[in-house]
């Protein structure tokens, strides 16, 4: 008997399997809830190429209590994402999407006001991006004006190519890391271990952290929002870790490069 996941992830189920384990087919490896097979939102058969990524899945679905709350089984999204890709896109799209970050990355936007706040500004953010520089030998420069600042075209072929060398399960993870951290740079830390998780999430939230010292941690939802903030980079960071081709088995390309 097959899983179909069809209602949409907001949405909260009963829980209705006791146990979820993972089992090896033709080099992938597939989730069962109980003895039935996990199918994706479109019907697809539920497989990742990873043992450790199905492990953490079925982690992800053993952790559920009375209701399986979808919302927070951040891997287990991501799969799916690769495995239906919903907006139909090539790889060359994905690229595209994560580069447009490149002009907006938070840690190229600076401030003159407060002094306090550019003095941590550049204690912080100035040191990942010389790392950026010396690393990929690129060249990249912050800004204090509202305009996007200038982004050489070789410093875009190099990041480009950086992408280009993911495959098609880790390029998806890295480019929902970007998304949650608006920074490329900062995902790049990340997977290049310059940068803990944690210390991506303060950096991406450094105004953020700022006020907080300066004006108390008044709204309780500011603990709630950095741990999930955490849980989601967390899960981006892990998914390129065991998509990555030194991981995964070798696998027929899922996205095309014909746009």
Not at 73 to 82: D, F, G, K, Q
Not at 143 to 152: A, G, V
Not at 167 to 193: C, H, P, R
């Amino acid at each position: 008997m097959l899983i179909f996941e069809s209602t949409p992830s907001s949405i909260e189920l009963k829980k209705f399997y006791e146990n979820a384990t993972i089992v090896q087919n033709q080099g992938w490896f597939e989730v069962n809830l109980d003895q039935r097979k996990l199918r994706t939102p479109t019907g697809n058969l539920f497989q990742v190429p990873s043992e450790p990524l199905a492990l953490a899945i079925a982690t992800e679905w053993n952790s559920q209590k009375d209701t399986i709350k979808r919302q927070a089984m951040h891997l287990s999204t991501l799969s799916n994402t690769v495995l239906d890709n919903p907006m139909q896109r090539s790889r060359k799209d994905i690229i595209k999407g994560i580069l447009h970050f490149l002009e907006t990355d938070t840690i190229l936007y600076r401030t003159t006001e407060p002094p306090e706040f550019a003095d941590l500004q550049k204690r912080e953010w100035e040191p990942v991006l010389e790392w950026l520089r010396s690393s990929y030998q690129v060249e990249l420069e912050s800004t204090t004006s509202l305009m996007p600042p200038e982004i050489p075209a070789n410093t875009t072929h190099v990041i480009s190519r950086k992408l280009t060398s993911l495959n098609d399960w880790a390029l998806v993870g890295f480019q929902y890391g970007v998304e949650n951290l608006k920074s490329i740079i900062l995902m790049l830390g990340i997977t290049d271990k310059l940068l803990t998780v944690e210390k991506a999430v303060q950096l991406s939230r450094l105004e953020t952290v700022f006020q907080t010292k300066t004006w108390g941690n008044v709204d309780w939802h500011h603990d709630a929002d950095i741990y999930q903030l955490q849980s989601r980079v967390a899960a981006a960071a892990l998914f390129v870790h065991w998509c990555s081709n030194d991981m995964a088995t070798t696998h027929k390309t899922t996205y095309s490069d014909q746009t």
